[in-house]
């Protein structure tokens, strides 16, 4: 059967996406290639969020195109996601060898269109259309971590499009508009995935708190994403809950007070704020003040004081003037996020900010970029620096991504922490003692360690569904 490589560039939903793909063509009889070099097909799952994001991926392409062809190899080359949504069938007339564009609702239909490519049926395959309940297709999972083993966390596609228009984003294009998934079809997933060893589920979307706003109407005051995390929470061996990406204004009394009554939804927030002068925050429709996201900072931190919260900023938005950049700056000296990523203003296609008036020059986005990234990388290091001493609780993941000698695991609010353990601690919750830190890492003492009993442990049992492991 032939083999398969898929790059993934981007955000988690395109990570999930792709290994829902792998998983789908895993289950088909496909294998998955070790290395792009000797896969009969290779897809890129891509990101349009920025441009250069866009041009890795088409660079990428080239490149793969060339040496397939310098070695004579008939190999089936494809993008998926968000830019073969945009761009469609423009991607295969810039790149011949482009065999398949396949479009951020048609995923599970990569199998099919394979088999109809690499059996020469057909030619070439663009699909980008909508497709009503598509939703509800991405569902299969590899589950196969690091080492061939089996994963701890998994991540759980809810939601997919976003309504909400930020005028800088490419997003309500490539996905589309809102649509959701049932509480019943995701709480099954993840039930099956707690079943085969999960212990911790990141609900998943482009706006996870819009997330069922049309289906299920408030109950108890509780939207229908409370409700959700609610139906989750009641999973039997289900440990930890996290979700990606919320709306600060999507974050209302019942959500925040849900951090401070459901247990397993851990203390971490990602709050995008990408910017702290209301003045651009209205340039770019995000629906709520500076005064407003600080206020909702303070309330998490109420309700759980170690609430790790991270965020996303943009700077150089049309307009931005030094006294707004400056807003933006004196909000994370207020706030003092544990992590924010920062990015470079970039033009996207179609949206409304890309012919605003004021573009600033490349040379004012990169010294403001460095400027901001000074600072919340010191005051990021600043609160990694307070938990030195404090005892942390971590579910163990596996060998450490940096070290593969050492194993880690992410505390409740979200931190890495590296300490020397082994194959038995994974799928653990155990209770470090934090010694030191590096740059966004936390270092644990073996020493003074605490692991819960072994009855509580989970089980691997091997499931019927359970595939090879995936190719990294
Ligand atoms: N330019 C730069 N950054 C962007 N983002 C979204 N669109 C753009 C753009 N046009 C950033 C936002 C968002 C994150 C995922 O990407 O900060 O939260």
């Not at 990428?60 to 060339?66: R, T």
């Not at 997933?189 to 049309?214: D, F, M, N």
């Not at 991504?401 to 653990?428: C, D, L, Q």
Request: aromatic residues 6%.
């Amino acid at each position: 059967m032939p083999s398969v490589f898929i790059k993934t560039y981007g955000c988690q939903m395109n990570e999930r996406d792709s290994e829902a793909v792998a998983a789908q063509l895993v289950a088909k009889g496909y294998s998955l290639a070790p290395d792009e070099r000797v896969a009969d097909v290779v897809l890129l799952n891509t990101c349009s969020v920025r441009d250069l994001a866009e041009q890795k991926a088409i660079w990428k392409m080239g490149n793969l195109a060339g040496t397939a062809r310098k070695q004579g190899r008939d190999q089936v080359l494809g993008f998926m996601g968000c830019m073969a949504q945009s761009r469609g069938k423009q991607l295969i007339e810039s790149l011949p060898d482009v065999d398949l564009v396949l479009g951020t609702q048609k995923f599970h239909r990569a199998a099919e269109y394979l088999d109809a490519l690499l059996s020469g049926q057909r030619e070439k395959i663009v699909d980008t259309a909508e497709e009503a309940g598509s939703q509800a297709a991405i569902r299969e999972h590899l589950l196969t971590g690091a080492a061939d083993k089996k994963s701890v966390t998994a991540f759980v596609s809810i939601m997919q499009g976003c309504n909400q228009h930020c005028t800088f984003c490419i997003v309500p294009f490539t996905r589309g508009e809102e649509r959701s998934r049932t509480i019943p079809d995701v709480v099954a997933e993840c039930r099956e995935l707690v079943a085969r060893g999960v212990r911790e589920i990141t609900l998943l979307g482009q706006i996870v708190t819009s997330y069922g706003k049309r289906d299920y109407p408030a109950k108890d005051g509780k939207s229908a994403f409370v409700q959700l995390l609610e139906a989750v929470h009641e999973i039997e061996g289900l440990d930890r809950i996290r979700f990606t990406s919320p709306h600060p204004k999507g974050y209302g009394d019942d959500l925040v007070e849900a951090y401070g009554r459901l247990p397993k939804l851990v203390e971490s927030a990602h709050l995008p704020l990408q910017s702290g002068s209301d003045r651009l925050l209205k340039l770019m429709h995000r629906g709520y003040t500076r005064e407003r996201f600080v206020g909702l900072v303070e309330k998490l931190r109420h309700v759980q004081s170690g609430m790790g919260i991270s965020t996303d900023i943009i700077v150089g938005f049309p307009g931005e003037t030094e006294a707004d950049f400056e807003d933006t700056l004196s909000l994370c000296r207020q706030v003092e996020f544990d992590l924010a990523y920062v990015f470079k203003y970039s033009p996207r296609k179609d949206t409304p900010a890309a012919t605003m008036p004021d573009q600033l020059s490349e040379e004012v986005i990169e010294e403001r970029h460095q400027r901001l990234l000074n600072l919340t990388n010191e005051l990021a290091a600043k609160k990694y620096e307070a938990l030195i001493g404090s005892t942390q609780q971590i579910l163990v993941e596996g060998p450490s991504r940096r070290n593969p000698a050492r194993y880690e695991g992410r505390t409740r609010s979200n931190k890495i922490v590296v300490f020397p353990g082994s194959e038995r601690h994974r799928g653990h919750l155990m209770n470090l003692r934090i010694e030191r830190t590096g740059s966004f890492t936390l270092y644990g003492d073996p020493a003074v360690v605490g692991m819960e009993s072994e009855e509580n442990a989970p089980s691997f049992t091997p499931h019927p569904n359970d595939s090879p492991a995936p190719a990294s």
